[in-house]
């Protein structure tokens, strides 16, 4: 006998990656920014005091919202703060779907969605992406409710073109989530479509462009009615008074968070060609990561590779998911970290 609802008790739960707490490990698996954030960020930080402690925080996180829509070209009504856009995601979800109503998006992807649709007893539909990660024809016919597209993907780092997002928006009757998790490492974004579109939904995050996953502070731009709507819906106090301070300050420092993102733009680059160059499949990244395919003839499987380089104290994500089963996704570090993991397969065996 079970305390819990029929679907929970099935499903399995979303497993997060691995994080070692050894500092000499180069963690290369959960897509953080190897760089530290503004030092903007950080003097606030220091200057925090009781009073700001002692009160509860401002519900909709006004001081983050007017700077955000100032930075982007948004009002301040079409912004909704989160604890992480983990908790937007599942914020729509609740909102959008609901039992039995059905979610649909292009895989391999990131596999919170599924663990979401679970959550809410929803149905789900996932939709191989094309060769060379093209966006799937079925996606337009799927009837769901809600539609999600993760651009950057993750775990590829390919981006669908902002003209075919446009072309899927104006098709579907549902609501159409971007995930924009990964965009400042990107050259292009779909904000546009927020003024086009009143079924887009962009989110967003601190955590990866402004170095900030420790925080927890996502965000999400849409049209004002979708927006209150998701008000209506998420707790009152769900982004605590230091995150929103601090999320306020980083947004504010555009020019920190564009250089990070250019040195990892660039390292990116270098990676993926040191990787190609000796078999490795890569797909075209415009995201903080590379989703490595391993080289024909390698004497390894990628589940060694990961597990050597593990013991080696180099840690990249490996996933046991079909179509990825003979892949590795290895975040972008700084120029040491990377050359410390290819000196490390190096010495597992594969021909660097
Ligand atoms: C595609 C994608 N979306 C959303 C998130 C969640 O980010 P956050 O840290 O803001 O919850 C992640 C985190 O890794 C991600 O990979």
């Not at 739960?13 to 530290?36: A, C, M, R, S, W």
């Not at 703060?81 to 983990?86: A, I, K």
């Not at 605590?240 to 680059?269: F, G, P, W, Y």
Request: hydrophobic residues 40%.
């Amino acid at each position: 006998m079970s305390y819990f609802r029929e679907n929970i008790e099935r499903m399995v739960g979303y497993v997060p990656g691995e994080q070692p707490t050894d500092p000499k490990v180069v963690k290369l698996n959960t897509n953080e920014n190897p760089y530290p954030p503004s030092e903007r960020v950080l003097a606030t930080l220091a200057s925090v005091n009781a009073e700001q402690l002692r009160r509860y925080p401002d519900p909709t996180a006004v001081m983050f919202r007017e700077t955000a829509a100032n930075v982007l070209g948004f009002s301040p009504e079409q912004i909704i703060c989160g604890n992480g856009s983990d908790e937007l995601l599942n914020i729509a979800t609740r909102a959008f779907v609901g039992p039995q109503g059905l979610m649909a998006y292009p895989v391999p992807t990131y596999s919170l969605y599924r663990t979401l649709a679970h959550i809410e007893d929803a149905g789900f539909v996932e939709i191989p992406f094309g060769p060379d990660w093209s966006l799937p024809e079925e996606l337009y016919s799927t009837g769901a409710k809600l539609t999600l597209l993760c651009n950057p993907n993750a775990p590829s780092g390919t981006m669908i073109e902002t003209d075919e997002v446009s072309h899927l928006a104006k098709k579907l009757d549902g609501v159409l989530i971007m995930d924009e998790a990964y965009v400042d490492f990107a050259d292009n974004n779909c904000l546009e479509l927020v003024d086009k579109h009143k079924n887009v939904l962009i989110l967003r995050t601190l955590s990866k462009g402004y170095s900030l996953a420790g925080l927890r502070f996502g965000y999400g731009i849409g049209n004002r009615k979708l927006i209150a709507g998701l008000n209506k819906v998420k707790d009152s106090y769900n982004c605590d008074a230091l995150s929103v301070l601090l999320a306020t300050e980083a947004i504010s420092d555009q020019e920190v968070m564009r250089e990070n993102a250019r040195k990892v733009r660039d390292e990116r680059e270098r990676l993926s060609e040191r990787l190609q160059a000796v078999g490795f499949e890569v797909p075209e990244s415009q995201a903080n990561f590379l989703l490595a395919r391993m080289p024909a003839g390698c004497a390894l499987t990628a589940k060694q590779l990961y597990k050597q380089l593990k013991e080696r104290d180099v840690c990249v994500r490996y996933m046991e998911q079909t179509h990825l089963a003979d892949c590795v996704r290895i975040t972008v570090g700084r120029p040491e970290q990377n050359e410390t993991l290819l000196q490390m397969m190096r010495q597992v065996g594969v021909e660097i």
